[in-house]
């Protein structure tokens, strides 16, 4: 199995532009997971999924948008994207709620830099 | 703010020595877990504690909820360069739905 599947890798977007972050999983999770990684900030959840076509904001939404249109795929969408942006960007997913004894599996991340 | 304070932020020791990495909050927690990241890589799930007190072993790593569980506690024996990474606690509050709340991380350095 490939778990958790992130693309791109690496991207440098200047001010303005949009982008989308991929996500994939193929171990039939219900929920999925948005977040970013500062130095020293932790992880910050952005947005959530508990299904498909069910989205939820996290602790910092503000500049992101998301989708969930099947159960295998959580695209993140950034439409104006600003130096406060610049981050490392993970996507998860768990058989059940986080946090309820059911282990998140992590992407391998997306580093985004915006200039 | 940090729900959750990882202490220390950076760990160098040698191998073969002994480490205690601590989480703590205020906050009552119904499970917290504990994840290991590697550079360029996401976290990977260690251990998850549920139960007041409890104590889990994997291997030379002991893990440790707290009696009240607003904290935990992670102890590696003997460290070796493998265990170099970035350690994550991540607790779930009890009235929410189960969303993790992540620490900022303890940077471990093990040098042989």
């Known amino acids: 199995n490939a778990g958790v599947t992130q693309t791109p890798k690496f991207r440098i977007l200047k001010i303005g532009q949009s982008m989308t972050l991929q996500c994939t999983q193929d171990m039939n999770h219900n929920y999925m997971y948005w977040y970013r990684q500062d130095p020293g900030m932790g992880l910050k959840l952005i947005y959530y999924s508990v299904g498909a076509g069910i989205t939820d904001k996290g602790e910092v939404p503000n500049g992101y948008n998301v989708s969930r249109s099947t159960t295998e795929d959580f695209p993140l969408r950034l439409e104006l994207a600003a130096p406060s942006q610049t981050s490392v960007y993970f996507c998860?997913?768990?058989?059940?709620?986080?946090?309820?004894?059911?282990?998140?599996?992590f992407g391998n991340g997306t580093r985004l830099t915006v200039t | 703010t940090q729900l959750l304070e990882q202490s220390p932020q950076f760990l160098s020791i040698q191998e073969g020595e002994n480490l205690t990495v601590y989480c703590n909050s205020s906050s009552v927690f119904s499970s917290l877990q504990w994840y290991r990241q590697e550079p360029g890589e996401g976290p990977v799930l260690l251990v998850t504690v549920v139960t007041g007190g409890e104590v889990k072993k994997l291997k030379r790593l002991t893990f440790q909820f707290g009696d009240a569980r607003k904290d935990s506690s992670l102890h590696i024996t003997a460290a070796q360069p493998g265990d170099t990474g970035l350690y994550l606690c991540a607790g779930a509050i009890t009235d929410s739905w189960g969303k993790l709340q992540f620490g900022a991380g303890t940077q471990v350095v093990v040098t042989p």
């Open positions: 998860a997913s768990s058989y059940s709620e986080g946090g309820l004894g059911s282990p998140l599996h």
